[in-house]
C-alpha cells in the first residue's frame, strides 16, 4: 500500500519538546513534507526532506529515514501559538499528487 | 502577493443537489489542486489541474469534477450530493513543474460544505 500513518493526538506544555512521527509504505516518492493547519485554517508548508537526516528550520526540525520508512517532526520551545494540525504528505514519483497523512493533533496547554 | 483565494466559505446544500466551488491560486501558479478534508479521513487528493488540463485524478466518483481556466483559475463542482460530501473542501496552487522535488502547495482557507 502507499498510506501515511501518524498517531492522532498529543497534549504537551508549553517550552516542552514534542515529536510527530510519520510512518509509511511507498518507495517511489521524491521527498517528505510537512505541514500545520490551524483550526479554521488553512495548511501552510513547514518543511521538506528530500535526502535522509535532519533539516533544521529555527523551533521545527524534521527527519527523514528512506531505510526505515520513517519521518518526524520536531517541536521544540512549544508555544501556545503551535496548538494545531501537523501533517506528513509525500509526494509520488512520476506525478505532481501529494498523498496526505490524517494528521496528528498537538495541544499545548500553560 | 494575494494568496489563495477560495468562494464561497460555507455553503449548504440539500441531497440531490449540485454546487460549484471556486479557487483562485496564487498569481503565476499554473497548478491548481483540490482536496477533501474531513475528520476520519484527512485531507484526499481530488484533482490536480496544470494548464487546463487534468493532469492528475484522485479515487473520487465521478460525480466530482473540475476544470481550469486560461487564466489559472479553477472549478469544482458536484452533482448528485450525497450526506457524506459534507467536507471542507481545499484548493492549493503551486509552480507545478512537471516533475521532481519540492512544490510547495499553498492552500485557501477552504470551502465548507454541509449537506443536509
Known amino acids: 500500500g502507499q498510506s501515511l500513518e501518524q498517531p492522532s493526538e498529543v497534549t504537551a506544555v508549553e517550552g516542552a519538546i514534542v515529536q510527530i512521527n510519520c510512518t509509511y509504505q511507498?518507495?517511489?516518492?521524491?521527498?517528505l513534507s510537512w505541514y500545520q493547519q490551524h483550526d479554521g485554517g488553512a495548511p501552510t508548508f513547514l518543511s521538506y526532506?528530500?535526502?535522509?537526516g535532519l533539516e533544521e528550520t529555527g523551533r521545527f526540525s524534521s527527519f527523514l529515514s528512506r531505510s526505515d520508512s520513517y519521518g518526524y517532526l520536531l517541536l521544540q520551545e512549544l508555544q501556545m501559538k503551535d496548538s494545531a494540525s501537523y501533517f506528513c504528505?509525500?509526494?509520488?514519483?512520476?506525478?505532481?499528487?501529494?498523498?496526505f497523512g490524517k494528521g496528528n493533533q498537538v495541544v499545548v496547554i500553560p | 502577493k494575494a494568496g489563495v483565494t477560495q468562494t464561497p466559505r460555507y455553503l449548504i446544500k440539500t441531497r440531490g443537489q449540485q454546487v460549484t466551488l471556486s479557487c483562485s491560486p496564487i498569481s503565476g501558479h499554473r497548478s491548481v489542486s483540490w482536496y477533501q478534508q474531513t475528520p476520519g479521513q484527512g485531507l484526499q487528493f481530488l484533482f490536480e489541474y496544470f494548464s487546463e488540463t487534468q493532469r492528475n485524478k484522485g479515487n473520487f466518483p465521478g460525480r466530482f469534477s473540475g476544470r481550469q481556466f486560461s487564466n489559472s483559475r479553477s472549478e469544482m463542482n458536484v452533482s448528485t450530493l450525497e450526506l457524506g460530501d459534507s467536507a471542507l473542501y481545499l484548493c492549493?496552487?503551486?509552480?507545478?513543474?512537471?516533475?521532481?522535488?519540492?512544490?510547495?502547495?499553498?492552500f485557501g482557507a477552504g470551502t465548507r460544505l454541509s449537506v443536509l
Open positions: 504528505a509525500v509526494k509520488y514519483y512520476g506525478n505532481n499528487r501529494l498523498a
Open positions: 511507498t518507495s517511489g516518492f521524491y521527498g
Open positions: 492549493a496552487s503551486s509552480h507545478g513543474q512537471a516533475t521532481g522535488g519540492l512544490s510547495i502547495q499553498y
Open positions: 526532506n528530500a535526502l535522509d
